[in-house]
């Protein structure tokens, strides 16, 4: 189905068609816009990116580049294309046709799930809304507003589900999501991550690497859903998705770069003094948001979980390829917890550790993305490597919250903590110079000190294209 940009919301839902829900979208619309403009990326209503829209949302064909007024972006609601015959695969509706409608019964724990993700999307915009002003370059510059406002249509996408599938509930919950805002002491987001600042570049790219990947997985298993406009929403927003954790790793990656080629310069590990970003700063950074993505998954055993995949809703990461019952009535999965003082390795039973199991395969995803950077080490003869921390490390939520370990996985009390905690996690004075390094870098072509240029411009377009254009 082809995206209509004659109508004042694209989508390929044939909005025009319910009149109903489609005057309810427009009325939240300025809502929105007002949102993009107060709390969106600062100072940009009068720049022109090169941005891509969606055109099309089959595989391969849907991107269109062009230079776009951002407060001008065609934000719309695009699903993947309907699978025929699509049914439940996996929990007790296994082998039944997947849900056009809500099932009355499911009711309260879709809604809750479709909230919780969409409000991750305004409030990663939210967090992100000043590093425009110190960019490292027009192609980072380009960069962020493309994964900005493609999760502000990740944003119209869960909206559009409440809207149509949840009545006047689902209206109050999108109005809600305008109304939260990241770090506000009063209304914060929901979930821990999102209420963190993202104040410089390199927690931009630790983020869009670390939470992003979040996103990836969440998605995915949502993608799953029985609810069919769940899983077709989730699978064309998982294709954006890429981006995003592209941006992260190459971002990082081209950090290190810098770094270990000012180390070979200058046969020194103490880069700051020639502007760059040292190795065991960037452990720190990935420290820090590697743990705060964890939390994301919830806790190890989770009662939530196997009730939203018993019911349907939430499947486990490519949840057909899985080879089992895909019900797991009977199986059982392993959970660490913490014994005496020890981490240790637990059984329990499969369906409440569906968090784990995700957290699991994220854990992989991210550790192929570290052995990428220290690829990047190597090659330029340094003998160093990054690490992801252990996952008792720095935790809030789940089995290890109540504890305090090590990177390494080592149980330590308060005291161990309160003296190494400057060493394993971004200390003051590391925030501050890094802080320190940004500074807007807006000619076409050059780059801050700290990093190296990417290895390819955008979409065949050369490095000192003028990604953006003040106006
Ligand atoms: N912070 O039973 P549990 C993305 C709460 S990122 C605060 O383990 P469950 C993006 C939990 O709500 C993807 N609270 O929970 C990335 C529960 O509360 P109640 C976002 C937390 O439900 C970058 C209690 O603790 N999508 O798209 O099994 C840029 C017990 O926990 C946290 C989703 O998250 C936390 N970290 O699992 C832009 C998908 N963790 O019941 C976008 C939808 C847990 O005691 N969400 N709690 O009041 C879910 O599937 C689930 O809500 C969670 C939690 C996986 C998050
Ligand atoms: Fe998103
Ligand atoms: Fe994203």
């Known amino acids: 189905m082809s995206i209509d940009y004659q109508e004042t919301i694209p989508n390929n839902v044939n909005l025009g068609e319910d009149r109903r829900l489609q005057r309810a979208l427009e009325k939240w619309q300025p809502g929105y816009l007002d949102w993009w403009r107060d709390s969106g990326p600062e100072q940009s209503s009068e720049m022109d990116v090169y941005l891509r829209t969606a055109i099309s949302v089959e595989a391969g064909g849907w991107a269109n580049y062009s230079h776009v007024r951002m407060p001008d972006y065609r934000w719309g609601i695009f699903l993947a294309p309907p699978e025929a015959d699509r049914k439940i695969n996996f929990g007790m509706h296994k082998g039944e046709p997947a849900w056009q409608e809500v099932p009355g019964e499911y009711r309260a724990e879709l809604r809750r ?43 119209w996408a869960m909206v559009y589900l409440l809207h149509a599938y949840f009545g006047r509930d689902g209206r109050e919950e999108a109005e809600e999501m305008l109304a939260r805002h990241s770090g506000d002491p009063d209304k914060p987001r929901i979930l821990g991550a999102f209420n963190e600042p993202t104040p410089e570049w390199l927690s931009f790219f630790m983020f869009t690497f670390f939470t992003d990947r979040d996103g990836k997985y969440q998605l995915a298993a949502l993608a799953e859903s029985g609810l069919d406009p769940l899983s077709r929403t989730c699978r064309f927003m998982l294709t954006e998705e890429a981006h995003h954790m592209f941006v992260g790793e190459t971002g990082v990656d081209r950090i290190v770069k810098r770094t270990v080629e000012l180390m070979r310069e200058h046969k020194t590990d103490d880069v700051r003094k020639f502007g760059a970003i040292d ?32 019911m349907g809703l939430k499947g486990r990461y490519r949840e057909t390829e899985i080879d089992d019952d895909h019900t797991l009535t009977e199986d059982a999965y392993e959970v660490p917890e913490i014994r005496e003082g020890a981490i240790v390795a637990a059984q329990a039973p499969a369906l409440t550790a569906i968090n784990e199991r995700l957290r699991n395969d994220y854990v ?21 490597e990054l690490k992801l921390p252990h996952r008792a490390f720095h935790r809030e939520i789940g089995a290890f919250s109540g504890a305090h370990a090590s990177p390494e996985g080592r149980i330590v009390d308060e005291g161990d903590w309160n003296s190494n905690e400057g060493l394993w996690l971004p200390s003051i004075e590391d925030k501050a110079y890094v802080d320190s390094l940004m500074g807007a870098v807006t000619t076409p072509g050059k780059f801050a000190n700290w990093i190296a240029p990417p290895g390819k411009g955008v979409y065949g377009q050369p490095l000192d294209f003028d990604y953006v254009r003040f106006n």
């Open 113 to 155: 799930l479709i909230v919780t993700q969409g409000d991750t999307e305004p409030a990663s915009v939210e967090q992100q809304r000043r590093l425009g002003l110190t960019c490292p370059s027009l192609y980072d510059l380009r960069n962020l507003f493309q994964v900005n406002v493609e999760e502000g249509r990740h944003l």
């Open 364 to 384: 992989e995803d991210c550790q192929r993305g570290v052995d990428k950077w220290n690829r990047t080490i190597r090659q330029a003869g340094v003998d160093f």
């Open 279 to 310: 190795l065991p700063t960037l452990q720190k950074y990935i420290n820090f948001h590697y743990s705060i993505s964890l939390d994301l998954f919830g806790q190890e055993i989770s009662t939530n979980a196997a009730n939203y995949f018993t």
